[in-house]
Every structure is written in C-alpha cells, then in structure tokens.
C-alpha cells in the first residue's frame, strides 16, 4: 500500500480516500506518515500550513477531499469557513458552533474511520 502527501502547488488524481489536513504540526505529519506505511489503506493527503499563503489551493484541496481537518490552535481567517463544512473535523484548544466535529487529535478520525469500516 501506499499514500501521496501532497503540499501546493500540486494535485493528485489517483482515487483514494483524501484528506486535507490544515496546520498540522511537523511531529503530527510524521506520526502520519508512519501510520500510513503500516495501513491497509491508501490515502491522498492533502498537506496545508497558514504559511504557505495559498488559499486558493487550499480551496481546491479540500474541494477534492472526502474529509478536512484542522488545528485549530490558531484563529486564521480561513478557520470559520473550513468548520462550517460538514466533513471538517477539527482539534485543538478553540471550540465553534458549527457543522464540524470536534476531535482530540488528528488521529482520531482515521481510528474512528478504521473502526467504521471494520464493524
């Protein structure tokens, strides 16, 4: 198995459960990537930080992502448009009223959608 991570200017095509994953630290990323090579699924995932200044990649990744999610450690100006779609999970210290669910950590979600898959 394999999984593209992918950061901008770049996009893949191959049709694999994507993810976007927003300001993710560099230990997180990492502990990503060795998840990956030790799943039985492929994944594209979709790499964003607020330094990179690509907002209009971001829009196109998350526009080809099945799931988004987001530290939410920091209130940058795209925060309040990613949590107000339904398939943005966000972690970190910030709470919002809105459609995204809140996890712990980055890992979460693909626990909870390994568990999903497995029932």
């Not at 976007?20 to 930080?49: A, H, W």
């Not at 709470?95 to 693909?110: E, L, W």
């Amino acid at each position: 198995m394999y999984s593209n991570f992918v950061t901008p200017p770049d996009f893949v095509n191959d049709p694999l459960h994507t993810v976007t994953v927003v300001d993710g630290t560099l230990e997180e990323i990492e502990l990503l990537g060795r998840m990956c090579q030790g799943s039985d699924e492929s994944f594209n995932i979709y790499l964003y930080r607020s330094e990179m200044n690509d907002i209009k990649w971001l829009e196109q990744a998350v526009e080809r992502s099945d799931a988004v999610i987001v530290n939410a450690a920091r209130h940058e100006p795209y925060l309040d448009f990613l949590c107000s779609l339904e398939k943005t999970f966000y972690y970190g210290p910030n709470t919002f009223v809105s459609t995204a669910s809140k996890i712990d950590t980055v890992f979460q979600y693909f626990a909870q959608r390994y568990h999903k898959q497995n029932k």
